[in-house]
């Protein structure tokens, strides 16, 4: 898998302030839109022509400068990109830029909050 962006959030980015986020979005290839019957005709064409693509979001806290591996939180298949938006007829409506700001909204926020409650099990138990 290629990696598309790498970065760090800091915890108050999510409303959790004692853990920072390491954030990596990666191009997933198993997913395709013919998969699910959501996507338009005109969507399949964009997501063709590299318009938009599938990706996997990982989301691993650090505390202090140690990342807690074993609370890593991944999701893949998330929409990534100039999203094309059409109506019930395959009509464009319009388009969503689907990047970090928009991923951070959702689904980034409750993924950390999820790595985060690992994180605290994981941390109490040594």
Same mark, same amino acid.
């Given at each position: 898998?290629?990696?598309?962006?790498?970065? @760090?959030? &800091?915890?108050s980015?999510?409303? /959790?302030?004692?853990?920072?986020?390491?954030?990596?979005? #990666?191009?997933?290839? !198993?997913?395709?839109?013919?998969?699910? !019957?959501?996507?338009?005709? &005109?969507? #399949?064409?964009?997501?063709?022509?590299? =318009?938009?693509?599938?990706?996997? #979001?990982? #989301?691993?806290?650090?505390?202090?400068?140690? @990342?807690?591996?074993?609370?890593?939180?991944?999701?893949?298949?998330?929409?990534?990109? !100039?999203?094309?938006?059409t109506? =019930? !007829?395959?009509?464009?409506?319009?388009? &969503?830029? /689907?990047?970090?700001?928009? $991923?951070? =909204?959702?689904?980034? &926020? =409750?993924?950390?909050? $999820?790595?985060?409650?690992?994180?605290?099990?994981? /941390?109490a138990? $040594?």
């Amino acid at each position: 898998m290629s990696i598309i962006d790498s970065y @760090t959030i &800091k915890g108050s980015d999510v409303g /959790i302030e004692r853990y920072d986020f390491q954030i990596e979005i #990666v191009h997933d290839g !198993d997913v395709h839109p013919g998969d699910s !019957d959501c996507y338009t005709d &005109k969507q #399949v064409a964009a997501w063709k022509n590299d =318009e938009w693509q599938f990706v996997g #979001v990982d #989301v691993v806290p650090t505390r202090h400068g140690v @990342t807690v591996y074993g609370a890593r939180e991944a999701l893949f298949g998330v929409e990534y990109g !100039d999203y094309l938006l059409t109506n =019930e !007829d395959d009509n464009v409506t319009g388009r &969503k830029d /689907i990047g970090r700001d928009e $991923l951070l =909204e959702h689904p980034i &926020k =409750e993924m950390a909050e $999820l790595a985060a409650s690992t994180a605290d099990a994981l /941390i109490a138990a $040594l």
